[in-house]
């Protein structure tokens, strides 16, 4: 998992705001010689200027208030002409205040990637017509237009209660109006359990909104508050994990949990390796349940 460690230092009182700063690189080492590898310089050139230069929001930003995030696109095959399939990884920080440190927002691996992209192609997307006028193509910039409202909803969650409603409704009206066709997977709810659909069902979900109580305690409540008192801060980051413990009491097997715990399992292992035995031992027993790939590194972490 990775944690994001940049210098991006806070003074003064004003909260960061966001906006994008994303950096995309596209990897097409499986993909044969039979293609001219040109074109996928172009494409992350696109991609880059596509995310970079589109105004996302409707709030004024300053260049060091931009949310940092990373897409890497790993093409592994070309299944007709123009057409790629491969996996997406998207990696998103948060800054904590008052500190150079930047707390793991999203690292998810997307592994229903497809795609058409001609050389000098522009990627454009609009929200009133999402396919665009060929669904493959069109895919490409409802995938990317897709994770940006969802960690723009995310990133405004971790500042705000709610924060995040409108740009998860975005995500949701992207997924309604998804690209259709050959090749296409991960917008229904039947291309599986852990899709782009589900991540944005569960968090538009009004039975699921501790998720949203979660995600403001732990970084508002919790991180942001570890230089002015780091028990408190601590506690308040318990509190958030007990909360998506109830949630998943209530409702096993939700996509967003393990979606939540990825690129912080050793984070939680850091701040809690201060805390007292109580602590210690209660995040064990949450995140074991919660965050059940990396049971034993907290328990062997944190015993």
Same mark, same amino acid.
């Given at each position: 998992?990775?944690?994001?460690?940049?210098?991006?230092?806070?003074?003064?009182?004003?909260?960061?705001?966001?906006?994008?700063?994303?950096?995309?690189?596209?990897?097409?080492?499986?993909?044969?010689?039979?293609?001219?590898?040109?074109?996928?310089?172009? /494409?992350?050139?696109? =991609?880059?200027?596509?995310?970079?230069? @589109?105004?996302?929001?409707?709030?004024?930003? *300053?260049? +060091? &208030?931009?949310?940092?995030?990373?897409?890497?696109?790993?093409?592994?095959?070309?299944?007709?002409?123009?057409?790629?399939?491969?996996?997406?990884?998207?990696?998103?920080?948060?800054?904590?205040?008052?500190?150079?440190?930047?707390?793991? /927002?999203?690292?998810? =691996?997307?592994?229903?990637?497809?795609? @058409?992209?001609?050389?000098?192609?522009?990627? *454009?997307? +609009? &929200?009133?017509?999402?396919?665009?006028?060929?669904?493959?193509?069109?895919?490409?910039?409802?995938?990317?237009?897709?994770?940006?409202?969802?960690?723009?909803?995310?990133?405004?969650?971790?500042?705000?209660?709610?924060?995040?409603?409108?740009?998860?409704?975005?995500?949701?009206?992207?997924?309604?109006?998804?690209?259709?066709?050959?090749?296409?997977?991960?917008?229904?709810?039947?291309?599986?359990?852990?899709?782009?659909?589900?991540?944005?069902?569960?968090?538009?979900?009004?039975?699921?909104?501790?998720?949203?109580?979660?995600?403001?305690?732990?970084?508002?409540?919790?991180?942001?508050?570890?230089?002015?008192?780091?028990?408190?801060?601590?506690?308040?980051?318990?509190?958030?994990?007990?909360?998506?413990?109830?949630?998943?009491?209530?409702?096993?097997?939700?996509?967003?949990?393990?979606?939540?715990?990825?690129?912080?399992?050793?984070?939680?292992?850091?701040?809690?390796?201060?805390?007292?035995?109580?602590?210690?031992?209660?995040?064990?027993?949450?995140?074991?349940?919660?965050?059940?790939?990396?049971?034993?590194?907290?328990?062997?972490?944190?015993?």
């Amino acid at each position: 998992m990775v944690i994001f460690m940049l210098c991006f230092l806070f003074a003064g009182s004003k909260l960061p705001a966001q906006e994008i700063n994303a950096k995309v690189n596209v990897v097409y080492a499986q993909i044969g010689s039979t293609v001219d590898k040109k074109v996928f310089q172009t /494409l992350q050139s696109s =991609i880059n200027a596509f995310l970079n230069k @589109r105004k996302w929001t409707s709030d004024l930003f *300053e260049p +060091n &208030e931009k949310i940092e995030c990373s897409f890497l696109l790993n093409l592994q095959s070309v299944v007709e002409p123009n057409v790629y399939k491969g996996t997406l990884t998207i990696q998103a920080a948060r800054p904590v205040y008052n500190t150079n440190y930047l707390s793991p /927002l999203v690292n998810h =691996i997307d592994n229903n990637i497809v795609f @058409r992209y001609v050389e000098f192609q522009p990627v *454009e997307f +609009n &929200e009133n017509r999402v396919a665009g006028t060929e669904p493959l193509a069109g895919n490409l910039s409802a995938l990317f237009a897709y994770y940006i409202n969802i960690i723009l909803g995310l990133d405004y969650d971790a500042f705000a209660p709610r924060g995040g409603d409108g740009f998860f409704q975005k995500a949701n009206a992207i997924v309604s109006a998804s690209p259709e066709g050959r090749f296409i997977e991960g917008w229904k709810p039947f291309d599986g359990q852990r899709n782009r659909y589900w991540l944005s069902e569960n968090l538009q979900n009004s039975r699921y909104a501790l998720v949203h109580d979660a995600m403001y305690t732990y970084y508002r409540q919790g991180m942001d508050k570890m230089i002015e008192n780091e028990n408190d801060a601590r506690e308040q980051v318990l509190n958030a994990i007990s909360m998506l413990n109830t949630l998943n009491a209530e409702t096993p097997n939700l996509m967003i949990m393990p979606f939540f715990f990825q690129g912080k399992t050793d984070e939680v292992i850091r701040l809690f390796k201060k805390g007292n035995m109580q602590e210690k031992a209660r995040v064990v027993d949450l995140c074991s349940r919660l965050d059940i790939s990396n049971a034993s590194k907290y328990q062997q972490e944190l015993k």
